[in-house]
Nanobody, 126 residues
Framework: QVHLVESGGGLVQAGGSLRRSCAASGRTFSSYVTGWFRQAPGKEREFVAG????????YYAESVKGRFAISRDNAKNTVYLQMHSLHPEDTALYYC???????????????????WGQGTQVTVSS
């Protein structure tokens, strides 16, 4: 069982930066692929970024590539999402997710994850 707690959301102006954190309980979290997803009002939940358990491989949605960076510190059981050059279109509820069954081939699919954070709002003003 893994419990995920997110922090770091908020309001920022376009072009600004935010860093999201996802802290996990559970000894085995360091062996889980972890992803970030977001959901804007009236839209489907979409993949943002994913990272393998070792942190050596990272994956991004095209819309955030070059602006967002996912990383993890397994000693702290924490995954981070650093967001730069934020656009108003990045406004959404952001979630972290983890699951031991997720692989590199499936990390973009939200239905593959059983463990989710509570979600935190990120609002980018124009």
């Amino acid at each position: 069982q893994v419990h995920l707690v997110e922090s770091g959301g908020g309001l920022v102006q376009a072009g600004g930066s935010l860093r999201r954190s996802c802290a996990a309980s559970g000894r085995t979290f360091s062996s889980y692929v972890t992803g970030w997803f977001r959901q804007a009002p009236g839209k489907e939940r979409e993949f943002v970024a994913g990272i393998t358990w070792s942190g050596t491989s990272t994956y991004y949605a095209e819309s955030v590539k070059g602006r967002f960076a996912i990383s993890r510190d397994n000693a702290k059981n924490t995954v981070y999402l650093q967001m730069h050059s934020l656009h108003p279109e990045d406004t959404a509820l952001y979630y972290c997710a983890a699951d031991p069954r997720v692989t590199r081939a499936t990390l973009r699919f939200s239905n593959m994850y059983d463990y989710w954070g509570q979600g935190t709002q990120v609002t980018v003003s124009s």
